[in-house]
């Protein structure tokens, strides 16, 4: 059969660098096609260009073997693309019927907006895909999962030919990630056809029939994906063999006692959190979405104040009221969201490093360049973030490179603590396995390192203890020899009450 | 599944929400209150017909500023081109009574044009509205000036008395004022257009995506923005049967604060027009009042400038939330 979607010799360069060359990749019929690749490989570049989002500078797109040229989403959108962007796109201060309907709006003979058809078309299309949502809410009121599934229903209402997923999985929970291969399923009946970006390759498998691997902007090949393993898959997007993932974990017995948690307690919140971090151990914190995690990190860096309880790092007690004083007691946090908590994003590489810890380098009020110049310097070589120069706007590195920054922003303050909310997400599998070895090195330093994911895996391989929270409550504690995913997923839910005092 | 335009659940959602506006016209009731104890000719029919007079142009001016306002930007040039369209109505072809229709079509042209012309500035130029309405700001306010430097000329005066009359025992500003209400909240609220302006000014890069034409809107909303301002201007030298060039001088600062009083935040993609009425009532009521117990009119624009930090300051307290 014909493909119905060819992308032959797309290239494509940013400020003179190529972020696609030569690139292509063809899809058919009812074909559920996986776009795989590092972060920086060219992924969301190659689909902006499906979209009509942005223009590529040369290649051609044909749909049914007539080629195409899209000016702007529009056009895209009128010869049935659909795409639902890794950052979502929604408008929090407009409804869900509003959002989905955007600039499709049902309209009378007067070209009046049909509120009521709005309203009842969403009910309808969420009482089809099951997707428990009432139109006239706030689509800023709701959480990101659900967020993220309005964005899936607003493509679909476009009734597409082919939909584009970027990593649509990231901030879904297990439960909805199925619902979502659900209406994949659905849709590859109907015979439409699906792009697919995650980081995740389990889902990968289950759901795609064939993948397009890209690297650094070039293709490196297009396969079917029952002729191949994971591990052959990642190998080919790292383009070398990946030993493992995880790096050993501590193996001597733990040091003295570095961060003590007490009752820590946030009216509403948190309730009577305790937990030690021992010198060169890395601590995880498990649960399942908004148990409390983000909380307990913040409360820890002084974010959020506590109510109650007792922080104590090397035998003194800290009690940050404020981010500031967090800072100076050596506490940096690397926080969930590197775009909006984490990093100034039209500022450079430089003054993003050196943004948390400018009083260490300065004299009579003025920051000293060279000094500055030498820190900077410094954190580029050791996090090998990969920049032109320190000039450069970190809005315009990749992903894991930007994770790289805010982590050296938090290493600047020279840390006694350091927090991490969800270090990887969005992070390919090659800049994970660096991250998770950076982590494990500073934690050997003797740096106390809490780290909250979602991804247990993740969890399981990188901690030396995990606490899990369930409702703000400490649910559970494991020990690396009690670790593994099913007894993490019991406390998560609430139904173990192993461990307590950790 | 029943569902009505309005049930239930939604207008008690539509309260929460519009929870700035319900509160700007229980003051504006407190207002009203004050004014009337300290004078008793308050509640009367003539002070009525006065109030709205007068609120007519300043709504105007406040829907074109919330138009703009919607989609993140600001337009600083609108009292300027009040002032614009008043002397033009007020000299252009003053002794052809006949050819009035074309001055009138004149003046709203005038208002039209600069209003395109500052939407290409901030589209096709890519300056930030802020700049490009400063300085047209400057120059629209030197061609009022050149066309008449100080006040003067003579409005058609069948006109002036037509806007100014009543039509079935109901003053005309008032039928102009519910019938402008009721299209460009219509335009705003029912219409694609409306929608793609409010998706631009939450996010204009999502409403990129969503296909909306995201330059043609702005230039569509700077150009609205114009030709209400010189409708203003019109009703302006209507009312004062002549031009006066430097009668919008105060009307930008109006604008802002009766658009943002009126529930509009600053940062876009949020509020709307009802607010805007009470807005404007407010801030004349309270000159009213200030002019009743004697306080001199310098103070009045302290009192004004104190509106619009706190106007300012709900605006942001409620951005954070």
């Given at each position: 059969?014909?493909?119905?979607?060819?992308?032959?010799?797309?290239?494509?360069?940013?400020?003179?660098?190529?972020?696609?060359?030569?690139?292509?990749?063809?899809?058919?019929?009812?074909?559920?096609?996986?776009?795989?690749?590092?972060?920086?490989?060219?992924?969301?570049?190659?689909?902006?260009?499906?979209?009509?989002?942005?223009?590529?500078?040369?290649?051609?797109?044909?749909?049914?073997?007539?080629?195409?040229?899209?000016?702007?989403?529009?056009?895209?959108?009128?010869?049935?693309?659909a795409i639902v962007n890794q950052e979502l796109k929604l408008l929090p201060e407009l409804t869900v019927a509003e959002n989905i309907f955007l600039n499709r709006e049902p309209r009378n003979f007067a070209k009046i907006i049909d509120k009521k058809k709005m309203l009842e078309d969403t009910a309808k299309m969420a009482a089809e895909y099951r997707i428990d949502v009432d139109p006239t809410d706030l689509v800023g009121d709701?959480?990101?999962?659900?967020?993220?599934?309005?964005?899936?229903?607003?493509?679909?209402?476009?009734?597409?030919?082919?939909?584009?997923?970027?990593?649509?999985?990231?901030?879904?929970a297990r439960s909805e990630v199925e619902k979502l291969f659900q209406i994949i399923r659905d849709l590859v009946k109907e015979e439409k056809s699906i792009l697919f970006i995650s980081h995740r390759m389990e889902e990968l498998f289950e759901i795609c029939d064939s993948a397009t691997i890209l690297k650094d902007g070039k293709l490196v090949r297009s396969l079917k994906l029952k002729d191949t393993t994971q591990d052959e898959l990642v190998?080919?997007?790292?383009?070398?063999?990946?030993?493992?993932?995880?790096?050993?974990?501590?193996?001597?017995?733990?040091?003295?006692?570095?961060?003590?948690?007490?009752?820590?307690?946030?009216?509403?919140?948190?309730?009577?959190?305790?937990?030690?971090?021992?010198?060169?151990?890395?601590?995880?914190?498990?649960?399942?979405?908004?148990?409390?995690?983000?909380?307990?990190?913040?409360?820890?860096?002084?974010?959020?104040?506590k109510d109650g309880g007792h922080v104590t790092i090397n035998a003194r007690e800290v009690s940050a009221k404020n981010a500031m004083q967090g800072i100076?007691?050596?506490?940096?946090?690397?926080?969930?969201?590197?775009?909006?908590?984490?990093?100034?994003?039209?500022?450079?590489?430089?003054?993003?490093?050196?943004?948390?810890?400018?009083?260490?380098?300065?004299?009579?009020?003025?920051?000293?360049?060279?000094?500055?110049?030498?820190?900077?310097?410094?954190?580029?070589?050791?996090?090998?973030?990969?920049?032109?120069?320190?000039?450069?706007?970190?809005?315009?590195?990749?992903?894991?490179?930007?994770?790289?920054?805010?982590?050296?922003?938090?290493?600047?303050?020279?840390?006694?603590?350091?927090?991490?909310?969800?270090?990887?997400?969005?992070?390919?599998?090659?800049?994970k396995s660096e991250f998770y070895k950076l982590i494990r090195g500073l934690a050997s330093q003797g740096i106390a390192v809490v780290m909250y994911s979602s991804d247990l895996i993740e969890l399981c391989g990188m901690s030396?203890?995990?606490?899990?929270?369930?409702?703000?409550?400490?649910?559970?504690?494991?020990?690396?020899?009690?670790?593994?995913?099913?007894?993490?997923?019991?406390?998560?839910?609430?139904?173990?009450?192993?461990?307590?005092q950790a | 599944m029943k569902m009505s335009i309005l049930d239930r659940n939604e207008l008690k959602k539509l309260a929460q929400r519009k929870?700035?506006?319900?509160?700007?016209?229980?003051?504006?009731?407190?207002?009203?209150?004050?004014?009337?104890?300290?004078?008793?000719?308050?509640?009367?029919?003539?002070?009525?017909?006065?109030?709205?007079?007068?609120?007519?142009p300043y709504l105007l001016i406040s829907f074109a500023q919330t138009f703009v306002i919607?989609?993140?930007?600001?337009?600083?040039?609108?009292?300027?081109?009040?002032s614009l369209s008043s002397v033009i109505c007020a000299t252009l072809f003053a002794d052809r009574p006949g050819l009035f229709a074309v001055t009138l079509l004149v003046s709203l042209l005038s208002g039209l044009l600069l209003g395109v012309v500052n939407g290409a500035l901030v589209t096709k130029g890519n300056v930030q509205p802020i700049i490009v309405t400063l300085s047209t700001q400057v120059i629209i306010q030197g061609i009022a000036l050149t066309v008449l430097d100080s006040p003067g000329g003579m409005v058609n005066a069948?006109?002036?008395?037509?806007?100014?009359?009543?039509?079935?025992?109901?003053?005309?500003?008032?039928?102009?004022?519910?019938?402008?209400?009721?299209?460009?909240?219509?335009?705003?609220n029912r219409s694609r257009f409306g929608h793609s302006v409010f998706a631009i000014g939450g996010n204009e890069n999502a409403a990129y995506s969503s296909g909306i034409m995201v330059d043609r809107v702005k230039v569509a909303v700077y150009a609205i923005a114009g030709l209400l301002s010189a409708l203003a201007g019109i009703m302006l030298a209507a009312q004062m049967y002549s031009g006066d060039p430097t009668v919008g001088v105060n009307l930008t600062n109006n604008s802002i604060t009766t658009a943002v009083v009126g529930g509009t935040s600053l940062a876009g993609g949020k509020g709307g027009l009802i607010g805007n009425i009470a807005g404007v009532f407010i801030l004349i009521i309270i000159n009213n009042i200030l002019n009743l117990i004697g306080v001199s009119s310098f103070y009045q624009y302290v009192v004004q400038g104190g509106i619009l930090i706190l106007a300012l300051a709900i605006s942001s307290l409620r951005a954070r939330r």
């Open positions: 059969m014909d493909p119905i979607l060819e992308m032959n010799h797309i290239s494509k360069s940013f400020h003179g660098v190529h972020a696609l060359d030569d690139v292509g990749l063809s899809c058919r019929k009812g074909e559920v096609h996986a776009l795989v690749g590092e972060n920086g490989a060219g992924k969301s570049t190659l689909l902006k260009i499906l979209s009509g989002q942005i223009r590529a500078d040369a290649g051609e797109i044909r749909l049914n073997g007539a080629a195409v040229n899209f000016r702007n989403p529009k056009d895209a959108q009128d010869r049935g693309i709701l959480p990101i999962a659900k967020q993220q599934m309005i964005e899936i229903l607003k493509s679909l209402s476009m009734n597409p030919e082919i939909i584009i997923l970027d990593e649509p999985t990231s901030s879904l190998s080919l997007m790292v383009g070398r063999p990946l030993v493992s993932l995880f790096p050993p974990k501590m193996e001597q017995v733990p040091g003295e006692k570095i961060l003590e948690v007490r009752d820590l307690s946030v009216k509403g919140i948190l309730s009577d959190i305790s937990f030690d971090v021992l010198r060169g151990q890395v601590v995880g914190i498990a649960g399942l979405q908004g148990q409390g995690q983000t909380e307990l990190l913040n409360c820890l860096a002084g974010i959020l104040p100076r007691a050596g506490i940096a946090l690397i926080p969930e969201d590197r775009k909006t908590q984490g990093l100034f994003l039209s500022l450079s590489v430089r003054e993003n490093l050196a943004a948390a810890s400018l009083p260490l380098r300065q004299k009579a009020g003025l920051v000293q360049k060279k000094r500055e110049s030498d820190f900077v310097r410094n954190y580029i070589d050791q996090l090998s973030i990969k920049a032109e120069n320190p000039e450069m706007t970190v809005g315009n590195l990749s992903g894991g490179n930007q994770q790289k920054v805010v982590l050296g922003k938090g290493l600047g303050i020279n840390p006694r603590v350091l927090l991490f909310n969800e270090p990887t997400r969005g992070i390919d599998v090659g800049t030396d203890k995990v606490i899990v929270l369930y409702e703000g409550r400490l649910s559970g504690c494991f020990t690396k020899d009690e670790l593994n995913e099913n007894t993490l997923m019991q406390a998560a839910v609430g139904m173990s009450s192993a461990g307590g | 929870s700035q506006v319900v509160f700007i016209y229980a003051f504006l009731a407190v207002m009203m209150v004050v004014a009337g104890n300290l004078d008793n000719s308050f509640f009367t029919v003539e002070n009525f017909q006065n109030l709205l007079t007068t609120a007519f919607l989609t993140g930007g600001i337009d600083l040039s609108g009292g300027a081109m009040v069948d006109f002036s008395t037509a806007v100014n009359g009543t039509v079935a025992n109901l003053p005309v500003p008032l039928l102009l004022g519910i019938a402008t209400t009721v299209i460009f909240w219509i335009i705003l």
